[in-house]
């Protein structure tokens, strides 16, 4: 693995290396190319030496996973290297920081040193001076020649996150220097000062003039600083070094506003208040000038104050500034600039601030308040209009009066087509027919509406009063009533319907979605076998209360509370409750097995189809065998590519597993997922928001189509409002639409604990890649023959070779090959092992891997360090002793810097530690053995644990590994007398016992 860094020296910033030496060139280029930064390669290269903290004259690697970690008994002393550094340009330190956005990238041997990330963030700060023009053109004398430069001048905000990332400056930052004599000592603050004006001046330098400009091109000493202000070489040209310097003068004159702002204890602020709710007739709102102090914001002085030099709060200001008159005569010379209204009240002499008509007050509201608050004003406004710029949308209101469910009998449906009344409404006030029509002839944008100021649409009010005096009743379907009660807007003639008010039987439905908890608990399934706990049956009746409404259900409980389980025995009761057509169930491919055979325990009276592999059926053959079944799995990848002929068949149900695989509305397996036509949907996820809030469209719009509106009124009124400015009247909005039909229970929760058992075991099912198959038959070819023609103490080490042979084929095809050939895209297992660990990693957890075979714990753990970019750990029976306690305590740590995955070999790490930080256990390949795998587990599931521990026995379908499991489950108990130890039981088994167990099934292959 080769670490990147980025050091700065002189305001420059510069990438070197650290991988088998320090600071090498020729990994410096390798480790570039290796993540696609071609551009790089023929960037400037310079020599320098980097100061690093040593042990015994050995650097110390910043990461495990860069070199071993020496002795931590040793003291640390500073010690140069010689180093070749690539120099960054701004477009080069741009592409790193967007490359290093998501962490580090899978499989490439580069890890992103923590001085990368940082070094993201001050682009970001660079980009948005840039951009918000946050800076002033300047001139300084260097030595020998004067230099146009932009200065950075980053507002409040800015300033305090620049401050931040000054303080989190990783420490390599500042270890490049140009001797090797004494270690840099640029503080923090000045380092970063540096880098922001290297990165600003270069955002800001437009064009390259052809060639070397001379004196005489230039008109004047403004032509020639405006052309260094603009061109890559920032020298200012110019014959005289007197004009020169008096230019500079002028440009310090000019800044002097600016930089009395900047050294002044205070701010400026202009505070827009309403009109009294009884006064004149003529309603005036005011602008008061005040001064507020920057360290405590909370302290106010009014300006009309401070004229008077013997009042309060000009004795009050002059314990912070000398200078409080200038800085206020200059505050109000640059509002003046801006705001009309300013320039007014002071040609009035109203110092303390100045009054507006309503007119006024808006165009100021909608004009000068934001024009006022980016040239660095604070800006104070009502609180109405903060946020929601003061609009109040009008819509229509529906009311609709109904029977009670008990009173209404049956035949219920949210498709029946349900009598109401329209009002108009503006936000939650009702109004009638005359108030609309006093506002509308007011033909004022800002109105007091019942005491509330608000801004109201003309074009919105007039549609109000056309739709009411057209419909004051109407019709509408239960289902767009309930969506819109829960929260759902719907345009009605241009106009949103924004509430409803509803009795009877649609509001008794309406409470029972709110709660989730009114629902009837249903007693499992007559011919469900298995137990379902409190809480599987509260999520089972859930899906069936959601299902006999016709509303789609996501049910998100987290990993290892058994979502499969629940919709089984939802499966099972609607079977029995008369429904003949079949439900489609969609997975990823690596847990169509499993599926497969949960169906088989939990509900074997269900006929299940598996639509999965090269010899699948087609067409015709298929409708007519999913028509014979109860249940059809298949996978996301066949759901596109089949989509013509799974389209056709009548489905009671569509169920998606893992529906995070739909979160991109825009792929093809996304659109397929929509295109089912089924009485219901059901989706199963862990995840119902991985990356944002935009996720949630794509799951709903499967669930119940439409219910969250066009994918762009969902990114108009939720997305961008919470992922963007974190509305959280929007968030809420959003909630309550969504809550309804997402259960969502975690394992943290105490009342789900209480129900679980300390120890949660489930079986992986793992199917074979083609190589693997191959590799597979060709083993049992070679020795089945050997085997049959053997005897005694040979055949028994026949049989023995054959089951590890036949082991490490389903590990992997380089385990039985021992090429060192690639890992990734060749075995099932690996397969279901990175997605599994990406969901236990996503809930910050941490995991145990047991192997049997050295060989394989080496392969995971070079594949999966490269894959994460982390450290993983690997116990073995050639650990010392003492590397062996610095594991256990390095992973022991509950911070999260320490490893979150340690791969065991089972001999060595099966007994005798104490490994409790860790909740999930995964056993690779399987001992054969119940006790064996239970001591192992027990490194994670004993005293000191504080969470329930999920244990993952990893199988592959159709291979002897899962016919030896149905072996071990029929004689669990008496295992220890009957099975022994290891697999010497195995060895005799007779010829016709083994080749049944050895034999490929067709379920062991993948698509």
Not at 222 to 240: I, Q
Not at 318 to 339: I, N, P, W
Not at 340 to 349: D, N
Not at 807 to 819: E, M, R, T
């Amino acid at each position: 693995m080769i670490a990147l860094h980025i050091s700065i020296i002189d305001g420059v910033p510069l990438l070197w290396s650290e991988g088998k030496k320090i600071g090498m060139l020729k990994e410096l280029r390798l480790a570039t190319a290796g993540i696609g930064m071609f551009s790089l390669l023929d960037n400037t290269t310079k020599e320098f030496c980097v100061w690093l903290p040593c042990r015994e004259k050995k650097a110390v690697p910043s990461s495990p996973l860069v070199g071993a970690m020496p002795d931590l008994s040793d003291e640390e002393q500073l010690h140069a290297f010689p180093i070749t550094a690539l120099r960054l340009n701004f477009n080069a330190l741009f592409e790193l920081s967007l490359l290093t956005e998501k962490g580090n990238i899978p499989g490439s041997g580069i890890i992103f040193g923590s001085s990368l990330h940082w070094a993201r963030q001050v682009v970001k700060i660079a980009l948005n001076i840039v951009r918000t023009q946050s800076l002033l053109p300047s001139i300084i004398k260097n030595d020998t020649f004067w230099e146009a430069l932009w200065l950075p001048l980053p507002d409040s905000a800015t300033s305090l996150a620049v401050e931040q990332l000054a303080d989190a400056m990783p420490a390599v930052c500042r270890s490049l220097g140009r001797t090797d004599t004494q270690p840099p000592e640029t503080p923090k603050k000045l380092l970063l000062k540096g880098l922001l004006s290297f990165l600003v001046n270069t955002l800001s330098r437009t064009f390259e003039r052809a060639g070397v400009p001379k004196i005489s091109d230039f008109e004047s000493i403004h032509d020639a600083w405006l052309h260094a202000l603009s061109n890559s070489d920032p020298r200012l040209k110019w014959k005289n070094e007197q004009e020169i310097e008096q230019f500079a003068c002028q440009l310090n004159a000019w800044r002097r506003p600016i930089d009395l702002h900047e050294r002044s204890p205070f701010r400026f602020c202009l505070q827009l208040t309403e009109p009294p709710l009884k006064g004149r007739k003529k309603e005036r709102w005011h602008v008061a000038y005040q001064l507020q102090l920057k360290a405590d914001p909370s302290l106010i002085l009014d300006a009309g104050d401070l004229w008077n030099p013997e009042s309060e709060a000009s004795q009050h200001a002059l314990t912070y500034t000398s200078d409080c008159t200038e800085f206020l005569l200059t505050s109000l010379g640059q509002a003046s600039g801006l705001c009309p209204a300013v320039t007014q009240s002071l040609k009035k002499k109203q110092p303390g601030g100045f009054d507006l008509d309503t007119e006024g007050a808006y165009r100021f509201l909608l004009e000068y308040a934001e024009l006022l608050r980016s040239a660095g004003f604070v800006v104070k406004l009502p609180s109405w209009w903060i946020g929601r710029r003061g609009v109040n949308r009008i819509g229509i209101k529906t009311k609709v009066k109904l029977p009670s469910m008990k009173g209404s009998g049956s035949g219920l449906t949210l498709d029946r087509m349900v009598a109401c009344d329209y009002a108009a409404a503006l936000g939650n006030e009702e109004l009638d027919l005359q108030e609309l029509k006093t506002l509308a002839n007011l033909k004022v944008p800002l109105v007091r509406v019942r005491g509330q100021w608000t801004q109201i649409d003309h074009k919105e009010l007039a549609n109000a009063l056309h739709f009411l005096e057209k419909h004051p009743t109407g019709e509408l379907s239960a289902r767009e009533l309930l969506s819109t009660a829960l929260g759902a807007q719907k345009k009605e003639d241009a106009l949103f319907l924004r509430s409803v008010e509803i009795e009877g039987w649609l509001q008794e439905l309406l409470e029972k979605l709110s709660s989730q908890g009114q629902f009837e608990l249903l007693p499992p399934p007559e011919h469900f076998e298995g137990t379902l706990r409190l809480y599987q049956e509260r999520g089972f009746s859930w899906l069936s209360f959601l299902r006999k409404w016709g509303l789609g259900a996501c049910l998100a409980d987290d990993m290892g509370l058994g979502k499969t389980i629940q919709t089984l025995a939802l499966l099972q009761r609607e079977r029995e409750l008369g429904e003949k057509r079949a439900v489609l169930l969609i997975c990823p491919t690596s847990v169509v097995n499993n599926w497969r055979k949960e169906a088989e325990r939990f509900t074997p009276d269900l006929a299940v189809l598996v639509h999965h592999g090269i010899d699948r059926m087609k067409t015709a053959d298929f409708r007519k065998a999913a028509s014979a079944s109860a249940l059809v799995i298949s996978s996301y990848g066949l759901l596109q590519r089949d989509l013509e002929f799974l389209s056709k068949v009548p489905w009671a149900g569509i169920i998606l597993d893992e529906a995070q695989n739909i979160k991109n509305p825009e792929t093809k397996q996304s659109k397929a997922a929509r295109t089912i036509r089924a009485d219901y949907r059901i989706a199963l996820t862990g995840t119902p928001v991985e990356n944002h809030v935009g996720d949630l469209w794509a799951l709903m719009d499967f669930l119940n189509p439409g219910f969250l509106g066009t994918q762009h009124f969902f990114k108009q009124n939720f997305y961008t409002p919470i992922q963007w400015y974190g509305d959280p009247e929007a968030s809420a909005r959003l909630k309550s639409l969504t809550g309804p039909f997402i259960l969502r229970r975690m394992k943290s929760d105490k009342s789900i604990i209480s129900d679980l058992p300390d120890k949660i075991e489930m079986k992986e099912y793992c199917s074979l890649t083609k190589e693997q198959a191959s590799l597979y038959k060709a083993v049992v070819d070679e020795l089945q023959e050997k085997i049959e023609s053997a005897e005694g103490i040979d055949r028994r080490g026949l049989v023995l070779a054959l089951l590890v042979k036949l082991k490490q084929v389903c590990n992997h095809p380089a385990h039985l090959l021992g090429d060192n050939s690639a890992i990734a895209h060749r075995s099932g297992k690996i397969k279901r092992l990175t997605e599994l660990l990406g969901d236990i990693r996503e809930a910050g957890e941490k995991t145990l891997l047991f192997t049997q075979f050295t060989m394989m714990g080496t392969m995971l753990q070079h594949y999966l360090q490269e894959l994460y970019g982390e450290e993983v750990l690997f116990l073995h029976g050639g650990v010392t002793k003492k590397r062996r306690d610095e594991m256990v305590e390095s992973f022991q740590k509950e911070e999260g810097s320490s490893p979150s995955i340690f791969i065991l070999s089972l001999k060595a790490g099966g007994t005798g530690l104490n490994l409790t930080t860790a909740n999930h256990v995964v056993h690779f390949d399987r001992w054969w053995n119940p006790a064996v795998e239970n001591q192992a587990t027990d490194r994670a599931f004993r005293i000191g644990q504080h969470k329930n521990v999920e244990v993952h026995k990893f199988i592959t379908t159709g291979t002897l590994e899962e016919r030896i499991d149905e072996m071990i489950e029929k004689k669990t108990t008496v295992a220890g007398q009957v099975l022994g130890t290891g697999e010497q039981w195995l060895t005799e088994l007779s010829n016709n016992d083994l080749r049944k167990l050895i034999m490929l099934g067709q379920e062991a292959m993948g698509e």
